[in-house]
């Protein structure tokens, strides 16, 4: 089912045929479990199709070609919105703007759908400075550093904490 379509890319729900692809990363189904067992990510989507009311993942489509997902799930119990988080799976498909078109379409989606949500975030690791300038050109704003808060390494890193709100 497509949810939303630009120049380049198109999203859509995760399919069954996704899954496999999608599992050869960390966390891009799933913010609560890290889904790299098809067998187990199959039974998720088959509970939820990586969709439901606190969160979801995407896929990005190009020219009828998993390149990525996208995902959101709650920021937090205090915090009117969701943060975001995306991949590309292929070094060869980044720096052709497929994740930045993702990005603004996957925003304005939950914007639109989900009136209750005021707020969308990023956290992002202050090595990523293609992340961070991508955050920026859709619109993101920096808020400062969240330190000790990231994921990609044995000791977490400080990251950058960007977010684009409603209005």
């Not at 379509?5 to 799933?30: E, M, N, P």
């Not at 603004?104 to 209750?116: G, H, N, T, V």
Request: hydrophobic share 35%.
């Amino acid at each position: 089912m497509i949810v939303a379509k630009g120049q380049k890319v198109t999203l859509r729900r995760i399919g069954v045929r996704d899954i496999k692809a999608a599992c050869r990363f960390l966390y891009t189904l799933s913010i609560t479990e890290p889904l790299t067992d098809p067998v187990r990510a199959r039974e998720v989507y088959d509970a939820t199709g990586f969709w439901t009311e606190d969160s979801g993942a995407v896929a990005i489509e190009v020219d009828d070609r998993l390149v990525g997902t996208l995902q959101f799930y709650r920021a937090g119990p205090g915090i009117h919105g969701y943060e975001i988080g995306y991949i590309l799976h292929s070094e060869d498909d980044r720096g052709k703007r497929y994740a930045s078109e993702s990005l603004r379409l996957f925003s304005d989606l939950l914007f639109e759908e989900r009136p209750a949500c005021h707020r969308l975030q990023l956290i992002i690791e202050t090595w990523n400075d293609p992340s961070a300038r991508l955050a920026e050109a859709c619109g993101f704003a920096s808020e400062g550093t969240l330190r000790k808060a990231g994921y990609s390494s044995e000791i977490p890193e400080d990251c950058f904490l960007y977010s684009r709100v409603r209005d």
